[in-house]
């Protein structure tokens, strides 16, 4: 796996502002994927885990000895070894007054998207250097409460790759609700979340996916761009369908949730996209 040209060419230039700025209650969305799998974890350097020369992330930490099962090093020894991601070629999105709903992007390039919802039940510890060494695209649907009580566990996973998106305040089912409430849920976490983060959602899901003509108007005027269902759930390392082909197709987008198997369940993913013949990418490079 490996970013986007233009995104390769800002990384060590981000990455040293970010450096600087660690303090900062918010900073800029880092994409860096291409990271070794011997560096230090983000605990040392709270916002930006440090850069060292590129090797396969699938390469063991020794050619010695062999990690142990269920360390990091493990899981990073675990990950396959993907194509080349293709050039992302942005979705086009209406022009209406209404956000797109989509279960898949509309894509058939070769691609998979992993995203992780929620925030406030469990935070593995090692999920930002597990993102960062394996050079893993998510993206992640916060609750703003669970983002505002655990800022720094989340920044740290924004600066090893991940993307904040957008989940309500009190993930309520909004559908059959009225414009004003569903607006609340949405610009109210969109604003929270731009003010921990320091950028704007522009992908939403609803709470249980649960919505209604009424929420897609509401996304938009929040400034969403599409709203994201999915294809396939990910828990406790299983991927689960929701298809009848039983294989992620391009376009694909998995689910799963800041959960205690989160690493396994990333790892589990990973393995179905790489079994289909696809690279994971990034939400945010296909709905610009």
Not at 140 to 152: D, G, I, Q, T, V
Not at 259 to 283: E, S
Request: neutral net charge; glycine residues 6%; charged residues 20%.
């Amino acid at each position: 796996m490996s970013a986007t040209p233009a995104r390769r060419s800002l990384a060590a230039v981000t990455l040293l502002a970010l450096l600087v700025l660690s303090g900062c209650t918010a900073g800029p969305t880092l994409h860096a994927r291409r990271i070794a799998a011997h560096q230090p974890a983000p605990s040392a350097a709270p916002f930006a885990p440090s850069a060292s020369p590129s090797t396969s992330p699938s390469t063991s930490p020794s050619a010695t000895a062999k990690p142990t099962p269920g360390s990091l090093d493990w899981y990073v020894s675990q990950v396959p070894t993907f194509p080349e991601a293709p050039p992302p070629q942005p979705v086009p999105l209406p022009t209406t007054d209404a956000a797109p709903f989509w279960h898949r992007l509309p894509t058939d390039q070769k691609v998979a998207f992993i995203t992780i919802d929620d925030g406030g039940l469990a935070r593995p510890n090692d999920v930002a250097d597990f993102v960062w060494r394996a050079r893993i695209p998510v993206t992640m649907f916060l609750n703003s409460p669970a983002a505002e009580e655990h800022p720094e566990y989340f920044r740290q996973i924004q600066v090893a790759g991940g993307v904040v998106e957008n989940h309500t305040i009190n993930h309520t089912s909004l559908a059959g609700r009225s414009y004003d409430y569903q607006k609340r849920e949405i610009c109210g976490a969109a604003d929270r979340l731009e003010a921990l983060f320091g950028r704007r959602a522009t992908l939403f899901r609803p709470p249980f996916g649960e919505h209604d003509s009424t929420t897609l108007k509401a996304a938009h005027d929040c400034g969403a761009k599409a709203v994201l269902h999915w294809t396939e759930t990910v828990h406790e390392g299983k991927v689960r369908y929701q298809t009848p082909e039983k294989v992620v197709q391009p376009g694909d987008v998995l689910l799963m949730h800041f959960r205690p198997a989160l690493m396994d369940d990333l790892l589990a993913a990973l393995k179905a996209i790489h079994r289909a013949g696809l690279t994971p990418a990034l939400l945010e490079d296909y709905v610009l």
